[in-house]
């Protein structure tokens, strides 16, 4: 009698189960790669010329001054909703993860992502670059490496050739403070794993500090870090040394969801692409994240950091 009502909850389970399956949905449930391969419409690729938006949401990663870009991004806002006709409200995300989460779940409309941070979300999440920084009047940047000034490291072949230094850098996930000067050491033949003791200090300003305190050998920045210091230390050229400089790193974009409609896409970037005749708002994205210009972008112009990235997760991998 007990098996025989066993295998009538049993199959009662099954019934429940195949029910629920039945119920959810085609979001919930499946890749929209897999679901475009299978011959049927994906629901995030279901956006259309017509579709409508009543809010745009616009993620930030803190800069240097996390505590000030919230009131730093008010005139950006004020002037998007004036030219896009909706409202535009910033938001400041904790990490790059909360930023590309929120691109995928169509929380966030619109984020300011570094090289790498877009490489990630562009296969995570599937957002689209619209435009990219342009800074010094070049759509591309350098990482620099940096030592004392007294330091007897004179070139990044001296780097690799001296084991067991200090290297202080921002953040594993920074395109210039780590992904291409670990790439450009390891392909130089230095073990990532052994040849030296990191010091990870969460931002480009504190890798300067880490050298002026005497607790690193050297630092990778974006070019040139040491000038956010220069306020509290006149002398921070002077005591620190630039001794060698990475391969051109494509400038910071700014990419939208990818399943919002074209007509939308072309909107925003044909907003952002005005303020270069706008003096004002070019002074803005200056003070947001250092911004003098704007250009349009492509996916294939980050083609160089997916390269970077794939040689530096076999680094990590040996």
Known sequence: MKKTLLSIFMLM??????????????EETTDPVETEEAGEAAPEETATEGEEITEIRMGFIP???ADKIADTVKPLEEKLTEILGVPVRAEVMIDFVGLVEGMRTGQIDIGFLNPFGFVQAENRANVEVLVKAIRRGEDSYVAQYV?????????IE???????????YADTLSTSGYLFPASQLADMGADLTTHFSPLVVGGHDNAILALIDGQADFATTFDDARDVLEGDYPDVKERLKVIGYTEPIPNDTLSVRG?????WKQKIKEAFLAFNDDEEMIAVM???YTWDGIAEAASADYDVVRAVFEKFEEDLAN
């Not at 030592?147 to 070139?155: F, G, R, T, Y």
């Open 13 to 26: 389970m099954l019934v429940a189960l195949a029910a629920c399956g039945a119920g959810t949905t085609d």
């Open 63 to 65: 800069s240097q001054e």
């Open 147 to 155: 030592a004392p000034a007294d330091s007897e490291l004179e070139s």
């Open 158 to 168: 001296d780097i690799v050739n001296t084991p067991g230094l200090v290297w202080a």
């Open 259 to 263: 399943d919002m409609s074209d007509e």
């Open 286 to 288: 200056n003070e947001v």
